[in-house]
């Protein structure tokens, strides 16, 4: 979009246009790159870890305690079924040996499964830490393309500009009360003419002016405005240079200069 936007130029309306998206959207991938960065730091990698550390020697020692108490029912089993004397204290001793494997291994495996509440509130706040980042990415996400969608906001919605076919015929200021950039010209271009502007810019009063295309108000603090309608217009100290205040009877709010004309 920024190379496109070059070959057409910055000074036109719709090579600047590109140019501004493409920048938006640069923004954007590194708002992306740094999410993915962050999850893997903060979430992805902790889970790693448990799932081929932690989990697995847990499991491990629960199937080992599986098979102890296996041995352990076998050991019964034998005992029961133990008639002479001599095999029954064999069987009673390996009934010992048995039973203090099982003991031992399930003494293991209580303590291992004991971590695992302090592991799941670990896991929980990287949980919360991914969430964070995802809300952080959307948020900023939302405000580029806001500040972008105001930006093409003062881009007249009508302008077309052919290249190939067009070239740029300079209108005298005096013929034209049109703000910023929205006097028209045989060719089709849009062409700018801030004599009128400046005037108004640097003067403390206000003047009327007829609105040129539909805008919507991207915000409460815009007004929206409907092709041919007249609305009264002023500067105020410190506001974009690409928009005044507007004001039409109890309404009031920002708009862009290039959908104005000035009436005299």
């Not at 992805?44 to 098979?67: C, H, M, S, V, W």
């Not at 007249?230 to 974009?240: A, E, F, K, N």
Request: charged share 25%.
């Amino acid at each position: 979009m920024i190379d496109a936007g070059t070959e057409f130029g910055p000074g036109t309306a719709y090579g600047n246009a590109l140019i501004k998206c493409g920048e938006t959207q640069k923004r954007i991938g590194t708002a992306d790159r740094e999410l993915i960065h962050t999850s893997a730091l903060n979430f992805l990698t902790p889970l790693r870890n448990f799932i081929e550390g932690d989990y697995k020697t847990i499991a491990k020692e629960r199937k080992l305690l599986q098979n102890k108490r296996l041995d352990l029912d076998a050991a019964k089993t034998r005992l029961k079924k133990a008639k002479a004397a001599e095999a029954r204290a064999s069987s009673e001793q390996e009934l010992r040996i048995t039973q203090s494997e099982f003991d031992r291994q399930a003494e293991i495996t209580r303590l291992l499964l004991e971590g695992i509440s302090s592991t799941h509130a670990h896991h929980l706040r990287c949980l919360n830490d991914f969430v964070e980042s995802q809300m952080t990415y959307y948020a900023q996400c939302y405000q580029y393309m806001l500040d972008l969608q105001k930006q093409l906001g003062s881009f007249p919605s009508s302008y077309h500009c052919n290249n190939n076919q067009t070239s740029v015929v300079p209108v005298p200021a005096a013929s034209s009360n049109v703000i910023g950039s929205s006097a028209m010209t045989s060719s089709g271009l849009v062409m700018t003419s801030p004599s009128n502007l400046t005037d108004l810019k640097e003067g403390s009063g206000s003047r009327k002016a007829r609105v040129l295309y539909d805008y919507d108000a991207a915000n409460s603090s815009e007004l929206s405005l409907l092709a041919d309608e007249v609305i009264t217009v002023y500067s105020v100290v410190g506001m974009d240079s690409d928009w005044l205040m507007g004001e039409r009877g109890n309404q009031k709010g920002r708009v862009p200069i290039t959908y104005l004309e000035l009436l005299n």
